[in-house]
């Protein structure tokens, strides 16, 4: 019963912004937008998480709606090591969330 | 940076055996989960601890597995008898809270044959 849909695969060009969408038209108030991502064989790595504005940190940015039923995941500078499959989930920071991951989308960055 | 301790990294079993994961989560973390990766899909939430006790465990084959943290600390998951179904990564993760983030460990790859 994941809350997003993401389109299965995309890819990019290394060196060029990815942009990686996510819909969660279902969303409500208290829950954030939160992405992870798996590079092969490894277990998944936190990226980003935000309510309602738009959030950058030295892996990524994160572009919220303001209706807040989409969101964007933005690489400004895809490298090889960026491929991986990236996951959007949200969830309420109640004492008892948990992470619920559905398929994700995997993104090819190719030379 | 910390870091979620796995062992063993992979494991073969024949079908019936039992088999054992460990996990040593980040020190101070109250919250650790196991999630279980079937190729090609996410990974889905077995068990979730709160310090030493069982938060959730909706999702746990209670017929062979079984999940324990007895000083709250590091945790243990234990199949018996193992199937071919269960044939995974098993992933631990902890968190001071979820609106920090969890941190992952890199998983057992569970072969049973």
């Known amino acids: 019963d994941a809350k997003t849909t993401q389109p299965p695969s995309m890819d990019c060009a290394e060196g060029r912004a990815a942009n990686l969408p996510c819909n969660h038209s279902?969303?409500?108030?208290?829950?954030?937008v939160y992405w992870y991502r798996q590079i092969h064989s490894q277990g998944p790595q936190y990226i980003i998480h935000?309510?309602?504005n738009n959030e950058t940190n030295e892996m990524a940015s994160l572009i919220i709606t303001e209706d807040r039923k989409s969101s964007t995941l933005i690489l400004p500078h895809a490298t090889l090591r960026d491929t991986a499959v990236y996951y959007c989930i949200v969830l309420d920071t109640g004492a008892n969330s948990k992470l619920t991951f559905g398929k994700g989308i995997t993104l090819s960055v190719r030379p | 940076e910390a870091e979620v301790a796995q062992s063993p990294r992979y494991k073969i079993t024949e079908k019936s055996q039992a088999v054992a994961f460990w996990c040593d989560p980040i020190?101070?973390?109250?919250?650790l989960y196991w999630y279980r990766q079937i190729l090609g899909q996410g990974p889905e939430l077995l068990v979730q601890f709160q310090d030493e006790s069982v938060v959730d465990d909706s999702q746990l084959p209670k017929d062979r597995f079984s999940a324990e943290r007895l000083k709250g600390v590091d945790s243990t998951l234990k199949i018996q008898p193992a199937e071919l179904g269960d044939s995974a990564m098993y992933l631990c993760a902890s968190s001071s809270g979820v609106l920090y983030g969890y941190t992952f460990g890199s998983g057992t790859r569970l072969t049973v044959v």
């Open positions: 020190s101070g973390h109250a919250t």
């Open positions: 935000g309510l309602k």
């Open positions: 279902t969303i409500s108030g208290n829950e954030y």
